[in-house]
């Protein structure tokens, strides 16, 4: 069969999957999900037709246990003081069942030999633990990495790949020792950001599940990945891991997959995505998940490049290189590699083989775009210059010396190469600078609102993602190019991916303190007790940053709390219009969608209250919510709103919730009418008892 005529579909059967022919037991429950690869028929022809018609030759009448029918598809990786910064020092207060805490990290795997993973003073697995570790002669577990398998639905590798858990390209190692990694000091990129590498619980546990590879991550092993881990014992799963684009909550492997670990008590974390700033960018949107979006903190790198001519120009870089001699200069557009069919259209982007290295050999070379540095390093330039229009918040390493700079120094840069035959540039070490704009959502972070439900605010929440130091594969290039020589055992990336691993870590801190709150009951601690952030820094408002930035110290006591269960998200996608029949399919019960059952998106028990309208001189919306009480057991709270413009009226009923002991629920009702002048208003809602300030955003969004 030839690979590029291949097209690989599968569909979800029962409650939870596990691939077909492999070792999970007839007795533990889980169903299966089908993995079907053919030739795709030539001509025109409908794939979801031609795989209906396959699976009914194959289940007949049983065609009513078919779920949902998606194609296999590929989804990406969405890629120190970042704890010290959201206020969650290293002495904080924890409690013995940290250790117990068991993350599932769905990422490319992990280097276990990392500093970060060693288990001394370990006792062994928790009891809950039911994984194992897939053994290798190249990779072996211990008390901290308790777990480890990986998947590969397509059974082929390339040469880049490890058929193994161990992480080849440094994205998974990253993200779990983020989350919790062991305490390391001195740990730095080559000088840059020393300081004490940790995670968020660093005494939790670490369950790998590999899924990621050279060539992105599939869905079917997405699927096999949760199965695996619910069955396991995790008690959090981090996910940074998201496709190019939006799609319907139950099209999507990482929506299912986060649906069946909530309703076994285990809450997902997500990154948004990278695609931002724009509206609806977001790509992890499912209500039942955290959708985690990616802020930056107070530590920033720049680079400086000095022209013959003396002028000296800041961009943004992190250069660790040591070569500060000035170099000759030359403009991409100038040196096309012809004899590779390139002209300067594609030369002057520096594009992979566009360059002639006969022309770019021991020189920097200025491109008009910023790329990954790849086709300069194959040329054998020096260094490279690039200049961008988008915003200097974050920086990453290239491969060879380099600084992003703007479209305007860039046009300085490209005056002074054509005003003299002798152009010449130096390309200088990066310098850690102090952002004082900090904190605010960096500009890639993905944006809301939620494309599926646009009542349901998302993202939920915001982490530091920017400039992130964590462990490294010392096999895997800084810059994430071939070709880079440099090895490192902690490197410094920025993503949302970034951001996942944080908010991952504070609600494992959450769990710790209350191990048998449900997924909805940590998420809306998360988000009540969030650190507001500014909508003068964020245009976008909550659909940049959600309920906030994370405060994981306040987390642990929030006071009240918004649950929600398998029972809510039911109602509110028989709201959705979804059809009891496929309802009863994706969760295996019984499911009647009535009048009296199907609820509102804006009725969902959410910490957050969101309200879409057409018409800015019409604004209505109605909220029902329950508040669980976890503070004191005799408490009062009123309620407080704050921040809505003139002409927008927000009423709570009752305005005060008394509650006479823990547990307690009490129901109230916000209200929201009048008009406004700008297309997103925001204001908050605050229930007080003295002690805890239980606070939700409320977003009214104009759509013409």
């Known amino acids: 069969m030839a690979r ?28 299966e999900y089908i993995v079907y690869m053919g030739a795709k028929p030539p001509g025109d022809f409908s794939a979801y037709d031609t795989h209906t018609n396959i699976l009914q030759e194959i289940f007949g009448r049983r065609m009513d246990e078919v779920v949902t029918i998606f194609p296999n598809e590929k989804k990406h990786l969405l890629t120190t003081r970042s704890w010290d910064y959201i206020g969650f020092p290293q002495q904080v207060k924890r409690t013995s069942v940290e250790s117990d805490i068991i993350i599932g990290v769905l990422d490319s795997g992990i280097w276990p030999e990392s500093d970060s993973f060693d288990d001394k003073g370990y006792g062994p697995p928790p009891s809950k633990w039911m994984g194992s570790c897939q053994g290798f002669s190249n990779f072996t577990c211990n008390n901290k990495i308790i777990g ?12 880049e790949d490890m058929p193994s858990p161990r992480d080849s390209e440094g994205h998974g190692t990253h993200t779990a020792s983020t989350a919790a990694g062991g305490l390391v000091n001195m740990a730095s990129l080559m000088g840059y950001a020393s300081g ?4 968020g619980v660093p005494s939790a546990r670490i369950a790998v599940y590999k ?22 014992g995790v008690d959090i799963i981090s996910l940074s891991v998201g496709g190019k684009t939006s799609k319907d909550y139950f099209a999507d492997s990482i929506a299912i997959g986060a649906f069946y670990a909530m309703k076994n008590g285990i809450l997902t974390s997500n990154s948004a995505g ?66 590779g069919g390139f002209t300067s259209r594609e030369s002057r982007s520096c594009l992979p083989k566009s360059l002639n290295p006969e022309l770019v050999k021991g020189k920097i070379v200025f491109c008009n775009r910023e790329t990954s540095g790849e086709g300069a390093l194959l040329a054998g330039a020096v260094g490279t210059l690039m200049a961008d229009t988008r915003p200097q918040d974050s920086s990453r390493s290239y491969p060879l010396p380099a600084s992003r700079l703007s479209s305007q120094d860039g046009n300085n840069i490209y005056n002074y190469i054509n005003s003299t035959s002798n152009a010449t540039a130096s390309i200088l070490k990066s310098t850690e600078v102090n952002d004082t704009t900090a904190p605010y959502v960096a500009s890639f972070s993905s944006r ?38 440099r090895s490192v055992l902690y490197n410094i990336i920025s993503g949302t991916s970034m951001a996942c691993p944080h908010a991952t870590g504070a609600a494992a801190y959450v769990k710790s303190f209350h191990p048998t709150w449900s997924p909805g ?18 245009p976008e408002a909550e659909f940049a940053y959600g309920a906030g930035n994370i405060n994981p110290t306040k987390s642990v006591d929030p006071g009240l709390v918004y649950d929600a269960d398998e029972t809510d ?37 959410y910490p957050s209250f969101t309200l879409i309208s057409s018409d800015m001189k019409s604004i209505i919306g109605m909220f029902t919510r329950t508040a669980t009480n976890v503070g004191s057991s005799e408490s009062t709270y009123k309620a407080t709103v704050s921040g809505a413009p003139e002409g927008l009226a927000i009423q709570v009923v009752p305005d005060t919730l008394s509650f006479t002991s823990l547990g307690q629920k009490l129901s109230f009702v916000l209200q929201v009418e009048g008009s406004v002048e700008e297309s997103i208003v925001s204001a908050s809602l605050v229930w007080n008892d003295g002690v805890h300030q239980v606070r939700s955003p409320i977003v009214v969004l104009v759509l013409a």
Not at 462 to 484: R, T, Y
Not at 527 to 538: D, G, I, Q, V
């Open 569 to 605: 998200y039911i109602n509110f996608l028989c709201g959705e219009g979804y059809s009891f029949g496929a309802l009863q399919r994706i969760t295996g019960e019984i499911v009647v969608c009535s009048a009296a059952t199907s609820g509102t998106a804006g009725n969902l028990n």
């Open 196 to 199: 004490t590498a940790r995670g």
């Open 148 to 159: 480890a398998k990986y998947y590969r639905s397509f059974g082929q590798f390339t040469q």
């Open 274 to 339: 990278n695609d931002g700033p724009n509206f609806f960018t977001i790509r992890n949107f499912s209500p039942w998940s955290l959708s985690v979006a990616a802020t930056t903190m107070d530590r920033k790198f720049v680079t400086k490049a000095q022209l013959g001519g003396s002028n000296v120009y800041e961009g943004v870089s992190i250069n660790t290189f040591e070569h500060n001699d000035m170099y000759p200069l030359i403009y991409g557009g100038d040196a096309p590699n012809t004899a």
């Open 211 to 232: 899924i990621c590879w050279s060539d992105g991550c599939n869905d079917a092993d997405i699927l096999a990945a949760f199965d695996d881990a619910i069955a396991d």
């Open 448 to 485: 809301g609102p939620n494309p599926a439900t646009p009542d349901i605010l998302k993202p939920d929440i915001a982490a530091p993602g920017v400039h992130i130091l964590a462990a490294w594969p010392p096999i895997s290039p800084v810059s994430g190019v071939k070709g880079d020589s």
């Open 4 to 31: 590029k005529n291949s097209f690989l579909c599968f569909v979800l059967l029962g409650l939870i999957c596990s691939l077909v022919g492999t070792a999970a037991a007839e007795d533990d429950g889980r169903k």
């Open 521 to 538: 009951a940590i998420k809306s601690a998360l988000m009540t007790t969030a650190t507001p952030m500014s909508a003068e820094k964020n």
